[in-house]
């Protein structure tokens, strides 16, 4: 993508946001004529109609479990216009979990070409403020396991789905952003041996990198974490042109071989670069003189990871990547020199058709955790209808079979950029526990304690109460799930017990960093009987009513109060060794 297109990019940004009002109708228009025949649509009385009064009024707001029933028959090879006018052929596997399962989301050619435009867009306005020439990106991404359904449909992650494609690929070539590794280690079988490539090809392309990418701020940390530890033997890889004996997959094997050749100038030259840093701090520009920018999503639950990420970082910037999920895209980040921690995005009124219900908090809970706030909503409104200062969740309607679907995201408007709303993101909706891309609900954490305290039955036990915590303080970081049981068990049963529960949250990016340690063994705490009583008592002393109380399922760490009633409670602890780790 040369300057100019650059250029061309952003001047197409300006004038599509002048006109929000209009390309949001035009969108609408567009998604609307080619789903006409979809089935969803029909059933609701939609007759054809494309303008948004009508679809409003006959299409209602939905979440996941709503349209379950529609992607379960294009899971089962349903080939007819069920949410879609063209079949789906590919679905996305949502890191997020409804009812304890991987939830399914249709993947088409329309949202690929989106999530080029969102690419372009924040592309061109990094350019403009940290130019790149021609040359490579230090990119850790890891394509993951492709299933086919009964009914012969792929399911993947989205960003496999994306990876997999030559458009793609195409795309991201016009950007300059062309992964160092060749796609065996993106698609290879073994994370570990992934990564220890990922690093290796970027030492071997070390002159031509300007830029060093992961999807999250916690999967850079991980890496850099890992090479501290591998880096003299990445030194002798480079050195003798040999790889690794500790690489045994084949296809990854044979695919680095390949660009792997002896360089014994190279090993030296990081050799002491590595042995002259201070605690590693800024390895990142010592290794890659020529990058201009590390990039990744680094907003919610990433933003713990910051601190350490500057400090690998050093003097380069850090830039938030743009705003999505695996539903759609929503917009992009147009000013690159804000901090993660400030950062805002701009909506693409073109990638999608979006609304907002108003959020409000109920007094008395002004200062409580945004995820746990029972909102007060009003009736969604438009793009240009936002008002700055506000929070609201955001509904998305896409170009593959999504309508009215609630993101369950809780954003501000920060500000508008012409017409279009630049959102500032708050928080998940009802999200209790999340350390990076893991993402657990209140009823996933119910469905775990479900499952394992079936291993109490036989001891005529059973879980009084229940809830849980984020134990950051020590890395990796790990779940922490308090039980008040109604009777004395065996340590040979809560042993188990804790094992259940770490292997019953399956939400993928979960299981996935359990894997790798990058979520640490779940703890087990065990609390004397009478615990949430106590709790109770400490909310009626705020002045709250009987009628009101629910049992927090997740302890905010700000809630000191009732994490000191906990932790004084606490008369066993067990950890998990569920993963072996």
Not at 258 to 283: F, Q, R, T
Not at 499 to 507: E, G, Q
């Amino acid at each position: 993508m040369t300057i100019c297109s650059c250029e061309e990019t952003i001047n197409e940004f300006e004038m599509l946001t002048r006109d929000t009002a209009r390309v949001q109708q035009d969108t609408l228009k567009k998604i609307l004529e080619i789903n006409a025949s979809a089935e969803y649509l029909q059933n609701f009385g939609l007759g054809g109609r494309t303008d948004a009064e009508s679809f409003k009024s006959c299409i209602p707001l939905c979440v996941h479990s709503d349209i379950e029933p529609y992607i379960q028959r294009i899971v089962d090879g349903d080939t007819s216009p069920v949410v879609t006018g063209e079949p789906i052929t590919n679905l996305s596997l949502s890191s997020g979990t409804t009812h304890g399962k991987p939830k399914f989301i249709p993947f088409n050619d329309e949202l690929l070409e989106t999530t080029l435009q969102i690419y372009r867009t924040s592309y061109a306005f990094r350019n403009r403020e940290y130019p790149i020439g021609r040359g490579k990106a230090l990119q850790f991404v890891y394509g993951s396991r492709q299933v086919i359904t009964k009914g012969g449909i792929l399911a993947t992650t989205a960003t496999t789905n994306l990876y997999r494609r030559q458009r793609y690929k195409e795309g991201m070539k016009d950007i300059q952003s062309q992964c160092c590794s060749p796609d065996e280690v993106i698609f290879g079988p073994d994370f570990h041996q992934s990564l220890y490539c990922h690093l290796l090809c970027g030492l071997i392309y070390s002159e031509e990198v300007h830029s060093v990418f992961s999807t999250f701020a916690h999967s850079l940390v991980h890496a850099f974490q890992t090479f501290e530890e591998v880096w003299e033997d990445l030194c002798t890889d480079i050195r003798d042109g040999v790889l690794s004996k500790k690489v045994t997959a084949p296809s990854i094997r044979e695919a680095v071989s390949k660009i792997l050749k002896p360089n014994p100038e190279l090993a030296d030259s990081i050799y002491k670069k590595c042995i002259g840093l201070s605690n590693w701090y800024g390895v990142i520009p010592a290794l890659w003189p020529n990058a201009k920018y590390v990039y990744g999503i680094m907003t919610g639950s990433m933003e713990p990871y910051l601190k350490k990420l500057r400090h690998y970082a050093g003097h380069l910037p850090l830039i938030s990547a743009d705003y999505g999920a695996s539903e759609g895209w929503v917009g992009s980040n147009i000013d690159p020199t804000v901090p993660p921690e400030q950062v805002t995005y701009a909506v693409l009124p073109q990638v999608g058709y979006f609304e907002f219900i108003p959020l409000e908090k109920p007094i008395g809970e002004e200062t409580e955790n945004c995820a746990s706030i029972h909102y007060i909503e009003s009736d969604p409104v438009g793009l240009t209808e936002v008002e700055v200062g506000k929070i609201y969740e955001v509904v998305i309607t896409n170009f593959a079979g999504l309508y009215r679907y609630r993101l369950g995201d809780v954003v501000k408007i920060a500000r508008f950029h012409n017409s279009t709303p630049e959102l500032q993101f708050i928080c998940r909706r009802s999200l209790v526990l999340s350390i990076n891309i893991d993402k657990n609900t209140e009823k996933d954490l119910q469905l775990a304690v479900e499952e394992a305290s079936k291993l109490l039955e036989g001891e005529k036990l059973e879980v009084v109460d229940f809830t849980s915590f984020v134990e950051r303080s020590s890395d990796p970081g790990r779940y922490v799930i308090f039980w008040e049981l109604s009777a004395d068990a065996s340590d040979e049963v809560l042993s188990s017990c804790a094992n259940a529960l770490d292997l019953a949250f399956i939400d993928a990016g979960y299981t996935g960093s359990r894997k790798i340690n990058t979520i640490g063994p779940l703890e087990l705490r065990i609390l004397r009987k009478g615990t949430f009583k106590e709790i109770l008592d400490h909310f009626l002393s705020l002045g709250g009513a009987v009628s009101q109380f629910k049992t927090p399922r997740f302890v905010n760490p700000s809630n000191s109060k009732v994490l000191q009633i906990l932790s004084r409670n606490v008369t066993q602890s067990y950890f998990s060794t569920a993963y072996g780790l």
